[in-house]
């Protein structure tokens, strides 16, 4: 009878250490989205309302720099364990693993971010830290749906940015 413990023991330890290192989604499922048409262009005017007061000089750049950041098309999401996984569109993926130190990742020539990810059971959050602007997007899973909700800071601009993105789950 005593040489089963050590054997159970150490069962209910693996399957205790795979239980909790087994919820990879924190909330967000896994797979390939589309964005919803509509959606972009309320986050199109949310920045035209915030460059409004940019200089003319810097407006054109931070329009540019801007409207890159959300002309995605197609979102695909995968998680393993606390390593997330996400590509926009054909850009090269962000891989990152959560609650983790960030990572280097280049969105366009010449604009690079420290990239690092949070998550709690309902969502996960991305920071993307760049020399003259700082973006939080919260990914959420909401039925087959993809919600994207953004805030962008930058010293150009006199109050954040706000908009909120929906994907419908590639069939």
Same mark, same amino acid.
């Given at each position: 009878? $005593?040489?089963?413990?050590? #054997? ?11 239980? =909790? ?10 797979? %390939? ?7 972009? &262009? ?11 007061? *940019? ?5 054109? $750049? ?10 995605? +098309?197609? %979102?695909?999401?995968? =998680?393993?364990? &606390? ?17 983790? !130190? ?6 366009? !020539? ?5 990239? +690092? ?16 602007? !700082?973006?939080?997007? *919260?990914?959420?899973? *909401? ?5 994207? !909700? ?9 109050? #954040?940015? $706000?908009?909120?993105?929906?994907? =419908? $789950?590639?069939?």
């Amino acid at each position: 009878m $005593r040489y089963w413990t050590l #054997p159970a023991a150490i069962g209910a330890a693996i399957m205790i250490s795979s239980t =909790s290192s087994a919820s990879p989604s924190h909330g967000v499922i896994s797979g %390939i989205y589309n964005r919803d048409s509509e959606s972009r &262009d309320t986050a199109f005017q949310a920045i035209e309302s915030a460059i409004a007061a *940019v200089p003319d000089a810097k407006r054109p $750049r931070a329009r540019m720099i801007l409207r890159k950041s959300i002309a995605v +098309s197609i %979102i695909r999401i995968s =998680s393993t364990g &606390d390593r997330l996984s996400i590509t926009y569109d054909a850009k090269a993926p962000i891989v990152v693993w959560i609650g983790g !130190e960030p990572i280097k990742w280049t969105l366009i !020539e010449g604009l690079i971010f420290d990239v +690092s990810a949070k998550a709690n059971d309902e969502a996960v959050s991305l920071k993307f830290h760049g020399d003259d602007s !700082e973006r939080t997007t *919260v990914y959420r899973s *909401v039925g087959q749906q993809l919600v994207e !909700e953004t805030t962008i800071i930058s010293p150009l601009l006199s109050t #954040p940015i $706000r908009y909120r993105l929906t994907y =419908s $789950r590639a069939k």
